[in-house]
């Protein structure tokens, strides 16, 4: 997460390992019934999906969190899914 000189939340970058890495992994967790998490500490948040969704659709998601003017509440959020699969 970065911040700026006001210590407003500016980004959140997430890493991720190759595609093909990704295929593997999803699919052993969905063979396992597993979940996969993406968690903010500094809001509280945690979002879970089925790892068997990622296994069959690819890691093509966006999260968009908008916050307050102090950069520290989350007001809203929104959530697209693009045609691509295993974008990184």
Do not use: H
């Not at 809001?43 to 520290?72: H, M, P, V, W």
């Amino acid at each position: 997460m970065w911040f700026d000189a006001e210590d407003k939340l500016i980004s959140v970058e997430v890493e991720n390992k190759e595609a093909s890495d990704l295929q593997d992994m999803f699919n052993t967790m969905c063979e396992e019934k597993a979940l996969y998490q993406l968690q903010l500490p500094d809001f509280d948040l945690i979002t879970t999906q089925n790892a068997c969704t990622y296994k069959d659709r690819g890691l093509n998601e966006t999260l968009t969190f908008y916050t307050d003017n102090s950069g520290k509440g989350l007001v809203s959020f929104s959530y697209d899914v693009s045609p691509s699969s295993f974008t990184i």
